[in-house]
């Protein structure tokens, strides 16, 4: 059974920097595609970044040379290096397959950008 546990959310200041970590079990994670999606109050949720299984990454344009998407197979692990964040990127970010499928979402982990 494919899951994903999402980690490493706060409340940080508009400018700040934060880390976030997935952690995949339940698959051969280096075979495929993963992402990074969040979804904020009222709207729906959304693609933030993708890395294919050989590494080429993919950014929303909102998140594009503030984010960046990091993978360690070996760990099964996803990661998301978010700088100069911005109170526009408050939501509950997600990881699931670079294709998302509807059962593999999971808890999420807040993100709060708040002066």
């Known amino acids: 059974q494919v899951q994903f546990v999402e980690s490493g959310g706060g409340l940080v200041q508009p400018g700040g920097s934060l880390r976030l970590s997935c952690a995949a079990s339940?698959?051969?994670?280096?075979?495929?595609?993963v992402g990074w999606y969040r979804q904020a109050p009222g709207k729906q949720r959304e693609l933030v970044a993708t890395?294919?299984?050989?590494?080429?990454?993919n950014y929303a344009d909102s998140v594009k040379g503030r984010f960046t998407i990091s993978r360690d197979n070996a760990k099964k692990s996803v990661y998301l290096q978010m700088n100069s964040l911005k109170i526009e990127d408050t939501a509950v970010y997600y990881c699931?397959?670079?294709?998302?499928?509807?059962?593999?979402w999971g808890q999420g982990t807040q993100v709060t950008v708040s002066s």
């Open positions: 699931n397959l670079g294709s998302p499928s509807r059962d593999y």
């Open positions: 339940g698959m051969i994670f280096s075979l495929y595609a």
């Open positions: 890395i294919t299984s050989g590494g080429r990454t």
